[in-house]
Nanobody, 124 residues
Framework: QVQLVESGGGSVQAGGSLRLSCAAS????????MGWFRQAPGKEREGLAA???????TYARSVKGRFTISNDNAKNTLYLQMDSLKPEDTGTYYC??????????????????WGRGTQVTVSS
């Protein structure tokens, strides 16, 4: 079992920045994929960014160039730096760990472990 706890959400104006954190109960360098997902009201959960322990990253087109995923192995923490935020970035943000076999890292049901989420609201 892996426990994941997100933090760093809040309210920000369009064009602003936030950094989300995801504290993991296990080392983030444990040869696994970890990812960030978002669910807006009335919409399906979507994958935003994912990171493998060797440093490989992948991003959704909607956030590429604006969001950056990273981790701090010493703190067992995954981050999502979000810049140039837009109102459509509003939603609940979740981190996830342990990609299932033969799954795409940004698929919304591809991970074994999920945090409870943190809310991000971007106003225009």
């Amino acid at each position: 079992q892996v426990q994941l706890v997100e933090s760093g959400g809040g309210s920000v104006q369009a064009g602003g920045s936030l950094r989300l954190s995801c504290a993991a109960s296990r080392a983030t360098y444990s040869n696994v994929w970890m990812g960030w997902f978002r669910q807006a009201p009335g919409k399906e959960r979507e994958g935003l960014a994912a990171l493998y322990s060797d440093g490989t990253t992948t991003y959704a087109r909607s956030v590429k160039g604006r969001f950056t995923i990273s981790n701090d192995n010493a703190k067992n923490t995954l981050y999502l730096q979000m810049d140039s935020l837009k109102p459509e970035d509003t939603g609940t943000y979740y981190c996830a760990s342990d990609l299932k076999e033969r799954s795409w890292p940004l698929h919304p049901n591809a991970y074994d472990y999920w945090g409870r989420g943190t809310q991000v609201t971007v106003s225009s």
